[in-house]
Each structure stands twice: as C-alpha cells, then as structure tokens.
C-alpha cells in the first residue's frame, strides 16, 4: 500500500472499523452465552433454544438488513452539508417506522410460532420449549428494530464507538439475566429456555436505553434533536429507507440462507460430518466479523465522499477498504491452512469429527479471500447507495450458482461433505468477481458533475 492516499485511508477506515468488529463480537458472544447456558439444561432445552433462534434469526436479518440502509443515508446526507435538523427528522420518522417494523415482526413470530414448532415435529418436550421461547423473545423485535435504527445513524456520523457502547451493556445484561431467569437465581421461578429468550429481550431493551441516553447527550446526536415532540413524518423516510433497504436486506439473507440451508444438508452425511460443518463454519464466522465491519466502516466513508460529490475519493475510499479486506483475508487463510489441527483442537478432540473439520478448515481458508473481498465491495456500494444490481449479483452467485453447485457436488460426485463447501467458494467467488468489479468501474466522476447510482 504505497500510495499516500490510500494509506491514510487505510488508517481512517481501520478507526471507524475497529470498535465495530468489537461490536460484531459481543453479538456472537450473546448467542455463544446462550448456547452454554441452555446446554447444562440438557439436550432438549439445547435444542428448543437453537429451534427459536435460527426462527428468529431468518427475520433479524431481514429486518436488521432493511434498517442498515440508515448508514449510506445519514453518511451521504453529512457529506452533503445537509441541515441537522432536517437529517434528524428522517431519522424521528425512520425511527417510527421501525416500530412499525418492529410491531409487524412481534405478531409474525406470535402467531408462527405454534405452526412452525408442529411442522418441524420436535417431540412433546422440545416443542413446547420451543414454543415458549419464540413467543416470548417476539416481544424483543420493537427494541431492536429501534436499536438497528440508532446504530446505522450512528454510524453513519462515524460514531462507531456508540454501538461497542451499547454491545457490551447489552452483551453483559444478556449473561447476567440468562443465568438468573434460566435456573431461577435470586428467588426467581427457573423459566428455562424461555428464561434465554426474555434475558434477550430484556438485553435489547436495555441496549435501546443507551442509545436514547447517548442520543440525548452525544454533541453530534443530540444536535438531531430526535426526541423532540410532534409526530414524525413516515411516509417520505420509509420509501427512502425501503428503496435502499430491500435489496440489501435481500443480499445478506441470500448468503445466510445458503449456509442455513446447507447445514442443514449436512445432516444427511451423519452426526461427525454436521460437527465438523459446525465447528469449521464457526471458525470461519468469527473471522468473517473482520471483513464485514471493515465493509461497514467503507460504507460511511464512501457515503461522505459521494455525499459531498467527491467521487475520487469514494474511488480511493472503497479501494481502500477493498485492499483491507484482501489483506486480512490472506492473514485468515494463512492462519487456517497452516495450523488447521491446533485451530480445530480447541472445539473437539473426537477423532472422526477433527479428521473431517480438519478438512473443510482448508477449504474455509480458500473462501475467505473471496468472503471478504465481497464483504468490503459490498459495503463501498452501499456507500454510494448501489443496492440493486449488487443485489442480483448476490443472488444469482449464491442461489443459482453457488447452491446447485453445492447440491450436486455433495451428492452426485464422490467428493461428498466437502462438495458444500465447494459450493461456498464458487458462490462467494462469483460474488466477489461482480460486486468488486461493480465498484471499481462504476465509482468515478460522472460526466458534468456525480451523480450517484440508484
């Protein structure tokens, strides 16, 4: 990284970034917390808190995917010198329509979530659990529905530290209450699994109070006035947020999805081959927080330079945050080709589960190249608003490509297991083939001024 330019950049993206991968690991630290809690409950309460979480994570990324156009928003409209008062009554009547959201996704997960238990036919036991479960942590979806709109607008002021803020509280009030109201703790009846989804619930509500309290008293939030009085104009702010929104929503749900549906396959290979699925895809999650949140952070500095119609620097910006993404991916990769052995050992010492984690952890360092290429590319689109051609891109890659590819490998070819991840690379690698290359021909000036692309 010689050029000037894109050193300093470089060092500007890596600020912003690095409290957001702390922020992305207190996330992932809620769900591992509540996977040992539940686990000492034994194996049904185990299994009825992995039912309800995968439920309800197939609507937080909609939702959560939806809300993230907030980031390019507020980033293009500060890059623009756009009044404060005018952004923060986008950001009052955003804020109301993700109660709305929020409401919406609170009756979905009520009603379905008796339905959904009968048709998965988990047994008495695991499906009662599973009920209780969805039912009570639907009442979560308005406090993080509001939550995703506090961190994507501050994020998109570069106020990264705001949501690390919020993670720990929230990571911590989470642990704290999974204990007390799981095994009934300080004279509270023991709620089991459903105890895991309340302490969830009570956690984003608590999450949403730091945000409100930051919000009052953060120079740069507070100037929004976003608590003033009167009731917010929603219509003009939610076509925006949607317009945006939707196809980004539908970008990271087409690439959860496909590892959601694929370990699922997996299980047609036998317990050792799900393990080893497990562990390896865990492995190459919590590297992947890296890449997205650098992808995050691309997001608001391209966003400020395509608001302020520097389309130069959105170049340099998004390039920037490219090379970062291709050079920790090949310190990822190295890392989990050259000790795969010491890396799988920390999960499991079972040798028929380690031989084949082993394995796929190779396979998982290939895809990481391509993985964080498409997650930084995608972040420096969604900084110039570029939602819908990416969009395609995604899904094309990893849902008429990527999974057919996956299919057939796994199950018409020798290859087997390994023929899933086989499809990861081809889907990821065609992902990151078109959204780079989207970017790096499209971010230039625009004859006669910058217009950016819709």
Not at 12 to 37: E, H, K, S
Not at 151 to 158: D, F, I, K, L, M
Not at 208 to 216: D, E, F, N, Q
Not at 277 to 301: D, E, K, W, Y
Request: net charge positive; hydrophobic share 55%; proline share 4%.
């Amino acid at each position: 990284m010689r050029h000037p330019g894109l050193r300093t950049e470089a060092r500007a993206n890596l600020r912003l970034a690095l409290p957001i991968i702390a922020t992305q690991f207190t996330f992932m630290g809620m769900g591992t917390v509540d996977t040992l809690m539940a686990g000492r409950l034994g194996g049904e309460a185990l299994a009825a808190v992995a039912v309800g979480t995968n439920v309800w994570f197939l609507m937080f990324i909609v939702f959560s995917g939806v809300l993230m156009a907030c980031s390019p928003i507020i980033a293009q409209r500060i890059g623009a010198g756009r009044d404060p008062a005018e952004t923060g009554s986008f950001v009052r009547g955003t804020a109301g329509f993700a109660l709305l959201l929020g409401l919406t996704w609170t009756l979905a997960m009520q009603l379905a979530a008796a339905p959904i238990v009968r048709l998965l036919d988990l047994g008495a036991a695991v499906s009662g659990y599973a009920t209780d479960y969805m039912r009570a942590i639907a009442w979560g979806a308005v406090p993080f529905c509001l939550c995703f709109v506090a961190r994507n607008v501050a994020e998109g002021h570069g106020l990264t530290r705001v949501a690390l803020a919020a993670g720990v509280v929230g990571f911590c009030v989470n642990a704290g209450l999974d204990y007390v109201l799981m095994y009934g703790k300080l004279g509270l009846p023991a709620l089991g699994p459903a105890g895991c989804a309340w302490a969830t619930v009570f956690s984003g509500l608590t999450m949403a109070a730091i945000y409100g309290t930051l919000y009052l008293h953060l120079p740069q939030l507070r100037g929004l006035q976003v608590f003033r009085r009167g009731w917010p104009q929603m219509r003009g702010e939610a076509a925006e947020v949607l317009r945006l929104g939707l196809p980004i929503a539908a970008i990271v749900a087409a690439e959860s999805w496909m590892f959601n549906i694929c370990a699922l396959l997996m299980a047609r290979f036998g317990a050792d081959a799900v393990a080893a699925h497990q562990i390896a895809i865990n492995v190459a999650a919590m590297a992947f927080m890296v890449p997205l949140s650098i992808g995050f952070a691309t997001t608001v500095r391209v966003g400020l330079a395509a608001g302020a119609s520097d389309m130069d620097s959105a170049r340099l910006r998004g390039q920037a945050g490219l090379l970062l993404g291709v050079g920790f991916s090949v310190l990822s990769a190295s890392v989990m080709a050259l000790i795969p052995a010491a890396i799988i050992g920390l999960y499991t010492e079972a040798p028929g589960v380690a031989d084949v984690a082993v394995r796929f952890l190779y396979l998982a360092a290939l895809f990481q190249i391509f993985d964080c290429i498409q997650a930084t590319a995608n972040g420096a689109l969604r900084g110039l608003k570029d939602t819908r051609v990416p969009m395609l891109i995604t899904v094309a890659a990893y849902w008429i490509v990527g999974m057919p590819v996956a299919v057939w490998l796994a199950f018409n070819t020798d290859l087997g297991p390994p023929g899933i991840w086989w499809g990861f690379i081809v889907a990821l690698a065609l992902a990151a083939a078109g959204l780079a290359t989207r970017f790096l021909r499209h971010a230039r000036p625009a004859a006669g001024g910058s217009e950016l692309m819709s």
